[in-house]
């Protein structure tokens, strides 16, 4: 079925659902779906409406000229996806390739509709994962002094793949402030720990040495402060004293797979809407 | 917050939505929450819609007569609830307690919103508890000859207690069909394995010799097949060889407890309507 | 059956098993149950081995100075227990029942083996819940001017009753260093976040503010680092932007009763090991 | 760490720790690791014992005809393995790859140890997995006539391949008990159901009609009677009325590819003995 999906948000007021349903109904839209949330405590209302595509019965533009108005006029925040849009998605990845592999094979099995032009990593390990998948592969390393160039070579990369949005697959350099704002692009990563605990590096031996007996991992938007970006997905295994750093991190790459996979989903499925530091996820 | 709730389902069809949102929102309410379901494969469509019960400027009657005849034009299936209307809830019980404790407790907390005018067993073991909470109760023995008398008597304290659910806290005896049919209104039973497995009597037992990694609890409506009414919630925990049938019978006490609140919950709270065999439960 | 429990500790070292094994053979002890662990990234040995108390054919006290020689000349840090000793726990809570509930629900079924003698709090709401346990209950109110004299009246209460094991059941004071030391014995609290995450005061709130996708309790031993001693069990559930801080907080309820309830089962039948600043906990 | 397992049973009986452990003491082992359970139910003791290789002074012959006296002795049922024998694991497959990609990625990444000479499937569909890994793949189409020779033209795969087990992973016929007493070997297979629900074929669209709130997997040996054999491994997500039963196949495929794995790394470590149709996993 293909479907156009809006993601609405404004301040909560009354009348809202039957004000944008009205819209839709009276321009011939079937809903498919809705998905509303009223954020009480912070007086937010969300709302993610999915129409049948086949009753679009004007350009895709004159539909989003029509809703601005209508929005305009009630001060929603919107943005409109069409399913038919295949979005081309950018995989950055260092040395381990679970989460590489996980997404690739979602893809395959159509699991996660997206395409995914290129893989950029700053070794050379993976190339081979990308042969057998026959993506193209770009090593790009980096160090401190010829960041600036890398992240140049990198985000001109995106640009020519029009990449609309970049996951982090354990790409284990932090992106400047700079590259963030140059792309503009969402981009998701995943953070090897269940945070807030174990912000920043080594989650796992951290983890180990404060004898935990969870370890987890999170997705999340990527931002300017490291590992505070809105979450997306979360979740958690049990360990106990058995295992040592190597099993918490062999645990963990079960985790940060399932994590991301869902995550980059959700983002696909338009089922994210970002509000301040927090996401709301319609599941 | 005093809400109405209406809970709806048909065949799915075009425009429900706003359809049924349009109607209250002609009549001045906001709609608080409105959560739908369709359900693709059986081709039915569900909703629970949620409005401010300040916004009623007519009596409750006048709303629903103006609702029926809405409703009668479109085959909708709907039931309304008023959230300022404490339904009174009987639990049946035979020996243990801890699913008694869980409800008495959480409705101590003001978790579980309703009365529980009487709680009745064919045991005296649980008296004390009831005395804890000076809540009546009822013992009333039964075997199979004197079955109809005793449900006869279970019946009438139902109907004197004006009892609009029961909850079968571990009631260790089959409510005969009769009974199911002259009290008329839900009952809800926590059977103690991960339906449908281990159907019938004995499942930790069983659970235990089939050398399961998981034991489980389910809560179900009650109807006249064993175990097989419509599913409300289920969980489960991870077992071992370590654990003998003792062990698993307390595991599952905790599953048993958390499950059947949940349900009882989600019951109380108008987020489950039943299609034939099953439950559509929002959350 | 009737146990006697050594919970041994040390440098890891060729023959251990064997040895201790030995030891009690040569003495003519069935060895019920033993279970080891290895942390060959510390480096460190530990055992716990249960013997049949009807085995014992000398008095305790000689059994402890037999195996204080064996044990002295390999360096074993050990204590012994003997299941027939039934612990004296003292629970200190504030305003919130829930765990307290779920302890002495737990004690009434036998599934908790232990004494719990007097109920302390500083505050007077949960008198109520004392009584329906027939427990003695002490108000004993504190400010931080008052803090000396009122920690001096609880230790005088623990003493009084021969406390073993203090369990902070949702007690909202932190206990002083100069308290700790003077009690002696262990004290377990429940921390209502999944440490170290949200450590200190207001964690659902916080858990609310960063949008976390999931919401945890830490049961630990108390010592002088706020929230930083020894973890003895984890658990989280699931949460989504649905929910407010309060549903949070009630979410967490249960989260927090079943890691306390947990982890005090876990030490009241020795299988908790403390290595500096983590546990074993045997399962 | 080079080890020697010994998987031990029998009838529990007094000083069978100290006797076993003193057995390798006096033959110089040093025991890495040793892990006990006594099923108290059914009078049945079981013993994992790790010696460290390099303490092996004689041939693995000689140990074993040692052992072996020693064993007859007391009636134990054992088997040695040695971590340097790398076993030979033959993969079954039909159409579905995803737990095909599991198994042959963590042979890839070593979390799983052995060899994968030969991948055995009855339709064509997933040579490209195999060739992506360059393993050889033989494609043995299979009807109800052909059953007998197709069998046997797999049988002798397995014998020219010298495989020690069978992995079915996700293949999607049954195998006559003639062909499982003349391979002899174990065979694990993945059951896309929580056994013992859902046995049989179909498993998710019976969940989907039964309206279950959870939905699993189930690994277990294979024995002559379908989805009867002794469990392994068992795991379940949670499921709601949202997802088809498109939702609940392709949730399954996780819950299927963790549990299989899982139980391949069980059993590939020796820490899986089987006693009648149960099994103790020591963890």
């Known amino acids: 079925m293909r479907e156009i999906i809006f993601l609405v948000q404004r301040a909560d007021a009354k009348g809202l659902l039957a004000d944008i349903a009205g819209f839709f109904y009276d321009r011939g839209f079937n809903i498919l779906d809705c998905r ?62 679970h989460c590489l592999y996980d997404i690739l094979l979602k893809r395959q099995e159509e699991e996660l ?18 042969e057998q998948f026959e993506i193209p592969f770009h090593c790009l390393p980096v160090n401190s002094e010829s960041k600036p160039e890398q ?26 402030p700079n590259f963030l704002r140059r792309f503009g692009n969402p981009i998701i990563n995943i953070h090897h720990a269940f945070l807030p605990a174990f912000q920043g590096a080594n989650p796992y031996k951290r983890a180990y040495e404060r004898g935990v007996k969870l370890i987890g991992a999170t997705a999340h938007y990527v931002t300017d402060e490291l590992d505070e970006g809105p979450i997306i997905e979360q979740d958690v295994e049990r360990v106990s004293h058995r295992h040592s750093p190597e099993d918490l991190k062999r645990i963990g790459r079960e985790i940060e797979r399932r994590v991301l996979s869902k995550a980059l989903q959700a983002h696909l499925e338009h089922r994210v809407i970002v509000d301040s530091n927090k996401t709301v996820v319609f599941d």
């Open 151 to 176: 992240e140049a070579a990198v985000l001109e990369l995106l640009l020519r793949h029009h990449i609309e949005l970049v996951v982090l697959a354990r790409y284990m350099r932090i992106l400047s």
């Open 113 to 130: 509709h997206c395409e995914t032009p290129v893989i950029i990593s700053n070794h050379p390990d993976l190339e081979f994962v990308a």
């Open 36 to 97: 509303q949330h009223t954020d009480s405590y912070a007086g937010r209302y969300f709302m993610r409406i999915a129409l049948d595509m086949n009753d679009l019965s004007t350009s895709r533009n004159a539909l989003e000229n029509d809703f601005t108005g209508f929005a305009d006029e009630r001060d929603l925040e919107w943005t409109v996806r069409y399913s038919d849009h295949i979005r081309k998605v950018a995989l950055l990845v260092s040395k381990t390739s």
